[in-house]
């Protein structure tokens, strides 16, 4: 149990960490930055015509919106996340719907909206490292959906962050899935 403790303290040191320097960039940068992403659309190793999740974002997450509208404009179906048990439903997201409360400060399509398996998670998080370890808020929601989605077919998990998130080095535990690239302002990165 002491190692799970340590392990838990570190996440929580580097998340706090990242999460500062994120918060450091200002408002104008962040909303740069997150533009920039679409200047990267075509180095996403996207399947053609995949069913994408993409996230609303809450705070000063970098802002996925632009880049899913230009995804959207590929032809590939867009969806959110919704908090629900026992792990996060996506809905597909129709251009000009309403938005509801879905959980954890974010927005998504209301009950009415079809539940779709997106084919690709594009992924908020508070950190990662060279090699696709994240950290996220640490309430497990995209672990315990990662499991279930993996059960039902391949699943791409593409983090989407601020460069200025990247820490040395993230502690992984047994559950914790790394990802299969980070995009950020700088670019697609692929791990593994």
């Not at 075509?42 to 809450?58: K, N, Q, R, S, T």
């Not at 995209?142 to 593409?158: F, H, M, R, S, V």
């Amino acid at each position: 149990m002491r190692v799970l403790s340590s392990l838990a303290a570190e996440k929580d040191a580097l998340r706090k960490e990242a999460l500062a320097r994120r918060a450091a960039l200002g408002g104008i940068i962040r909303i740069e930055k997150s533009l920039s992403l679409v200047d990267h659309t075509d180095e996403l190793p996207l399947p053609d015509a995949a069913v994408v999740a993409g996230f609303w974002p809450i705070r000063d997450e970098v802002d996925p919106r632009p880049l899913m509208d230009r995804l959207r404009q590929k032809g590939h179906p867009l969806c959110l996340p919704v908090v629900a048990e026992p792990h996060l439903v996506f809905r597909t997201l129709e251009r000009g719907a309403d938005l509801v409360d879905a959980g954890f400060g974010t927005m998504g399509p209301g009950p009415d909206a079809v539940a779709v398996r997106p084919q690709v998670l594009l992924m908020p998080l508070a950190g990662f490292d060279a090699v696709g370890n994240r950290i996220g808020y640490g309430k497990g929601h995209y672990d315990t959906a990662i499991a279930a989605l993996e059960k039902t077919g391949l699943l791409l998990c593409i983090g989407l962050a601020f460069a200025a998130q990247e820490v040395d080095r993230v502690p992984a535990e047994e559950h914790d899935k790394p990802l299969n690239g980070i995009l950020t302002e700088q670019g697609y990165r692929a791990f593994g």
